[in-house]
């Protein structure tokens, strides 16, 4: 069974998904005008920025009661920022060879664009609940494919819509919150001994305290996670590049050779280094995947414009940034060129050789850090979409139990091979569906891009959007009156 699902998933990704992804990223691109290299200054002032809220027209910083830019991008980043960026990357060049860090640089500098559009259509479709917003792609799914141009589409709403939420909360808050857990508990045994059931418990717990706590308690724990581990991890890998800077100009080489397959270091060439770069790439920065718009829908601004610029920076900050961190550390080491070291081991492996017997230690506590920022993050992930098809408190409840409780347990307890397997193709069909959505609701993202920067060129530093500007569609935008 389990080779049948990884025949499955080489298929749907690198005949399928690899493709769309690529040719969706460099549509995007071209259609937005470079978007993500014009605006990365835009970017980086609104993420600091305190803005004007959309609801109240207070600042941001004093309504309480509503998520900020910044919030919802620390929340976005804490799921991209996980175990993907520590052992996901160490695979990708296990298996894939050193070129695979230059196809996720690729995915990332095009997948940005992708970003962009899945998450202003987040914002633009979002709706309210209760004292916040809840959107995704479940939502512009249901709400917008009714008016895309493609007629055998517009019937497809709600099916897709609910499959979409399925998988999402299948993929994220459950399963994914097993393996990240797995990861934590495997570092930390490695690091100091402990016990995996201990470390479980210790995790669970945790867990449990925040996902009770509901969107407003996971923005707050990861608004102070992501930053602490962003920056502590990129100082440590700018330090061991400074070190062994005269090596650096080599393993930029042999990144490039390796990825257009000059240099056949491992893997099996181009086809393995594209494959694993890409994958690992969407798996990391999740550009294109549909999980990120769940969280860029809560943030109170006021364009959605704002939030999708946002959320293309925190690829940047994912792939360009961290997994880089990574690459280079073990590049730099040298050893993953040996068979027998791979995913997390080969990390701490990596680290070791290059600040001593401290290394599994700072991996450890990074992976920690990474991880369970993931798990809080994933579970909102999953209560955005099941809020979606149910507003039954029991049903939430019984998913806060599975996803902060149960679910993290069993990563701590047993061995997942399988388990990757099936994210990996649940992965895909989700990407699909979310796919198909932005390429027939892109459209909207096009328009409002033109809107904000003609704002921006008649002078105005906080651009407004309202209903109104979208007749067509004016009734499924309740947040933007």
Same mark, same amino acid.
């Given at each position: 069974?389990?080779?049948?699902?990884?025949?499955? !998933?080489?298929?749907?990704?690198?005949?399928?998904?690899?493709? *769309?992804?690529?040719?969706?990223?460099?549509?995007?691109?071209? =259609?937005?005008?470079?978007?993500?290299?014009?605006?990365?200054?835009?970017?980086?002032?609104?993420?600091? +920025?305190?803005?004007? %809220?959309?609801?109240?027209?207070?600042?941001?910083?004093?309504?309480?009661?509503?998520?900020?830019?910044?919030?919802?991008?620390?929340?976005?980043?804490?799921?991209?920022?996980?175990?993907?960026?520590?052992?996901?990357?160490?695979?990708?060049?296990?298996?894939?060879?050193?070129?695979?860090?230059?196809?996720?640089? *690729?995915?990332?500098?095009?997948?940005?664009?992708?970003?962009?559009?899945? %998450?202003?259509?987040?914002?633009?479709?979002?709706?309210?609940?209760?004292?916040?917003?809840?959107?995704?792609?479940?939502?512009?799914? %249901?709400?917008?494919?009714?008016?895309? %141009?493609?007629?055998?589409?517009?019937?497809?709403?709600?099916?897709?819509?609910?499959?979409?939420?399925?998988?999402?909360?299948?993929?994220?808050?459950?399963?994914? !919150?097993?393996?990240?857990?797995?990861?934590?508990?495997?570092?930390?045994?490695?690091?100091?001994?402990?016990?995996?059931? #201990?470390?479980?418990?210790?995790?669970?717990?945790?867990?449990?305290?925040?996902?009770?706590?509901?969107?407003? =308690?996971?923005?707050?724990?990861?608004?102070?996670?992501?930053?602490?581990?962003? /920056?502590?991890?990129?100082?440590?890998?700018?330090?061991?590049?400074?070190?062994?800077?005269?090596?650096?100009?080599?393993?930029?080489?042999?990144?490039?050779?390796?990825?257009?397959?000059?240099?056949?270091? /491992?893997?099996?060439?181009?086809?393995?280094?594209?494959?694993?770069?890409?994958?690992?790439?969407?798996?990391?920065?999740?550009?294109?995947?549909?999980?990120?718009?769940?969280?860029?829908?809560?943030?109170?601004?006021?364009?959605?414009?704002?939030?999708?610029?946002?959320?293309?920076?925190? /690829?940047?900050?994912?792939?360009?940034?961290?997994?880089?961190?990574?690459?280079?550390?073990?590049?730099?080491?040298?050893?993953?060129?040996?068979?027998?070291?791979?995913?997390?081991?080969?990390?701490?492996?990596?680290?070791?050789?290059?600040?001593?017997?401290?290394?599994?230690?700072?991996? #450890?506590?990074?992976?920690?850090?990474?991880?369970?920022?993931?798990?809080?993050?994933?579970?909102?992930?999953?209560?955005?979409?099941?809020?979606?098809?149910?507003?039954?408190?029991?049903?939430?409840?019984?998913?806060?139990?599975?996803?902060?409780?149960?679910?993290?347990? /069993?990563?701590?307890?047993?061995?997942? +091979?399988?388990?990757?397997?099936?994210?990996?193709?649940?992965?895909?069909?989700?990407?699909?569906?979310?796919?198909?959505?932005?390429?027939?609701?892109?459209?909207?993202?096009?328009?409002?891009?033109?809107?904000?920067?003609?704002?921006?060129?008649?002078?105005?530093?906080?651009?407004?959007?309202?209903?109104?500007?979208?007749?067509?569609?004016?009734?499924?935008?309740?947040?933007?009156?």
């Amino acid at each position: 069974m389990n080779e049948i699902i990884t025949q499955i !998933n080489d298929v749907l990704w690198t005949y399928i998904i690899m493709i *769309v992804l690529v040719c969706c990223g460099i549509w995007f691109t071209w =259609r937005l005008r470079f978007v993500q290299f014009r605006m990365l200054g835009e970017m980086v002032r609104l993420l600091t +920025d305190v803005s004007v %809220s959309a609801v109240t027209g207070s600042k941001q910083s004093a309504n309480k009661k509503h998520i900020s830019s910044f919030q919802a991008f620390a929340v976005s980043v804490a799921s991209r920022v996980g175990t993907g960026n520590l052992a996901g990357v160490a695979t990708a060049i296990a298996v894939g060879g050193p070129g695979a860090v230059f196809w996720m640089w *690729v995915m990332a500098l095009f997948g940005a664009a992708t970003a962009f559009v899945e %998450s202003t259509l987040g914002q633009l479709f979002k709706q309210h609940d209760g004292d916040y917003f809840i959107g995704g792609p479940a939502y512009y799914i %249901s709400k917008g494919m009714r008016y895309c %141009s493609w007629k055998p589409m517009q019937n497809s709403g709600r099916w897709m819509s609910v499959l979409f939420a399925i998988l999402i909360t299948a993929t994220f808050g459950l399963a994914n !919150n097993t393996m990240q857990a797995n990861t934590i508990c495997g570092a930390i045994s490695q690091a100091f001994g402990w016990s995996p059931v #201990a470390v479980g418990v210790v995790i669970t717990v945790l867990a449990l305290f925040v996902v009770f706590g509901g969107i407003r =308690r996971v923005a707050g724990v990861s608004s102070v996670l992501v930053p602490l581990m962003a /920056v502590g991890y990129f100082f440590l890998a700018a330090y061991i590049v400074v070190a062994n800077i005269t090596v650096v100009p080599h393993v930029m080489k042999v990144i490039v050779e390796d990825a257009f397959g000059f240099s056949q270091v /491992v893997g099996g060439g181009i086809g393995a280094a594209m494959m694993n770069g890409v994958k690992r790439g969407l798996f990391s920065n999740e550009a294109g995947e549909g999980s990120a718009p769940n969280a860029a829908s809560t943030a109170d601004v006021t364009h959605p414009v704002k939030q999708g610029l946002i959320q293309a920076l925190g /690829v940047f900050t994912d792939t360009l940034l961290v997994c880089s961190c990574t690459a280079f550390i073990i590049l730099i080491s040298g050893l993953y060129q040996l068979p027998e070291l791979n995913g997390i081991n080969l990390t701490q492996a990596a680290l070791q050789s290059e600040i001593g017997a401290s290394g599994p230690v700072f991996v #450890a506590v990074a992976i920690f850090l990474f991880a369970f920022s993931s798990i809080i993050a994933n579970y909102y992930y999953g209560e955005a979409n099941i809020r979606f098809i149910t507003k039954s408190r029991s049903v939430m409840t019984a998913y806060r139990v599975m996803s902060g409780g149960v679910m993290v347990m /069993v990563g701590a307890l047993v061995t997942l +091979d399988m388990a990757w397997n099936m994210v990996d193709l649940c992965m895909a069909l989700l990407t699909a569906c979310n796919l198909v959505a932005i390429i027939a609701l892109g459209k909207y993202a096009f328009y409002l891009l033109d809107d904000y920067r003609r704002q921006k060129r008649q002078g105005m530093r906080d651009p407004q959007f309202h209903r109104h500007q979208m007749p067509e569609i004016a009734d499924e935008l309740e947040c933007w009156e």
